[in-house]
């Protein structure tokens, strides 16, 4: 039979529209978070990340949204390429030494 | 071009045999890490080295036995592994400093993928 948890949350955009990407993270004691970009057959690469002390940040064409009250992450990529097509995950980093929790993921599909 | 280099890309063993997966980093970071990722999940923290002494283990089973020679080496040892433990395994690495908490990004080698027969 079919297993669950196969599929991944996936948003199609079209290319030049802006897409969001969003994050439900679990410990509120997590004050660091990244997003990471991971390409078909590669690892995860890091986008940006956000310290509890903020709530937006800006990269290039990328920003990270963070609301503590409902422990929720979002990322907005604006004018998004083909090249960003991939699967996004946020990764949490709890008040300890050297240790990142991945979210769910999001599989992002740029229509050309 | 990842800084993070992970051997073999490909490994195929049976559930007798006994294999390591290698990690190479040149960028004097002194974490390192195993994370296990499955098909369409997100990545799974197995092992944390620090100053290559083991700092974190994720309760993972005794079938892998991680290993840090040194500061820009990880390996992991594989035996008796089932037929579940079929992943892509990725090797990080990290700034870290003693006493005080690591707040930088972790970068990923291309993994190794695992298929145990």
């Known amino acids: 039979g079919e297993s669950v948890g196969l599929h991944l949350p996936t948003l199609s955009v079209q290319e030049g529209d802006n897409s969001i990407i969003n994050c439900a993270y679990s410990?509120?004691?997590?004050?660091?978070f990244i997003w990471y970009k991971q390409e078909s057959g590669k690892g995860p690469q890091f986008i940006i990340d956000?310290?509890?002390?903020?709530d937006k940040r800006q990269g290039q064409r990328v920003t990270v949204l963070l609301n503590k009250t409902v422990k929720h992450l979002s990322l907005q990529i604006a004018a998004t390429q083909p090249g960003d097509s991939a699967v996004y995950f946020c990764a949490e980093n709890p008040y300890n030494f050297n240790k990142f929790y991945f979210g769910s993921g999001t599989k992002l599909n740029v229509k050309p | 071009d990842t800084e993070v280099t992970q051997t073999p890309k490909h490994l195929v063993m049976g559930m007798t045999n006994k294999k390591s997966l290698k990690c190479e980093q040149h960028m004097g970071h002194r974490a390192m890490y195993w994370y296990k990722q499955k098909a369409k999940k997100p990545p799974e923290l197995m092992f944390v080295?620090?100053?290559?002494?083991?700092?974190i283990n994720e309760s993972v089973p005794s079938r892998f036995s991680p290993e840090c020679p040194n500061s820009s080496l990880l390996n992991l040892h594989l035996h008796a592994l089932q037929p579940e433990d079929s992943a892509l395994y990725l090797c990080?690495?990290?700034?870290?400093?003693?006493?005080?908490?690591?707040?930088?990004?972790?970068?990923f080698g291309e993994g190794s993928r695992l298929t145990v027969l």
């Open positions: 956000i310290r509890s002390n903020m």
């Open positions: 990080a690495s990290s700034q870290a400093g003693r006493g005080v908490r690591n707040t930088g990004e972790l970068f």
């Open positions: 410990n509120s004691a997590s004050d660091y």
């Open positions: 080295y620090s100053y290559e002494k083991l700092s």
